[in-house]
């Protein structure tokens, strides 16, 4: 497709480098309406991207609270319990494993611990992805999943038991995720198709 050449207005046939009257590149112009729709949509998609990491940041700080609380008071009477009664007292579990109360609380200590501590600390990096995520959201994105499935893994090897805690918020954080990345691929799209356009330097 023939066309005119951006610094001279001279006639220059398609497939030319150069215009034959000025010799400078004739550059194909980026419609300035679609530039600027080009990137406001992929600073939505971005921001987007970033939004999902940050309510799941929020939404694992306030699970922490509601779950922590939650496991703390079914264990407290447990506890009770187990503290009122010699440390090396012999229990049977349910597994048929003797025991002793002290293992027992002991036991039942590190659950509450690790409900809290598994639920504020995803909370934490997931705060710090998203201060990455504003700037490039896909990198903490794979690695917000990637945090996600190796945690849940870690729970199946450490502690079977407690695989159904907090099952919930983390369906919906996978969920969650899957969206963020369909935004983060959205804007990596965007920012590629923008490059592609943008005039080559004279």
């Excluded at 917000?144 to 159904?164: D, H, R, W, Y």
């Excluded at 899957?178 to 959205?186: K, N, P, Q």
Aim: with cysteine.
């Amino acid at each position: 497709m023939d066309g005119k050449c951006l610094h001279c207005g001279a006639a220059v046939e398609a497939g030319d480098r150069f215009c034959p009257n000025c010799g400078k590149a004739p550059r194909r112009p980026v419609p300035r309406r679609r530039g600027r729709h080009a990137e406001r949509a992929r600073v939505t998609s971005m921001a987007r991207a970033a939004a999902w990491i940050l309510i799941l940041a929020v939404l694992f700080a306030l699970g922490g609270l509601v779950m922590g609380f939650m496991t703390k008071s079914e264990l407290d009477p447990q506890l009770r319990v187990l503290r009122g009664v010699s440390p090396d007292t012999p229990l049977l579990t349910d597994d048929g494993h003797t025991t002793t109360a002290a293992e027992q609380v002991r036991l039942l200590e590190f659950v509450i611990v690790f409900v809290f501590a598994t639920h504020f600390g995803l909370a934490a990096i997931y705060f710090a992805l998203w201060f990455w995520a504003r700037r490039d959201p896909l990198p903490p994105i794979l690695i917000a999943l990637s945090v996600l499935v190796a945690l849940k893994v870690l729970t199946v090897v450490v502690e079977p038991a407690l695989v159904l805690s907090g099952i919930v918020i983390q369906v919906i954080a996978f969920l969650a995720l899957l969206g963020g990345l369909r935004a983060a691929l959205a804007q990596r799209s965007l920012a590629r198709a923008a490059a592609a356009e943008a005039p080559p330097p004279a």
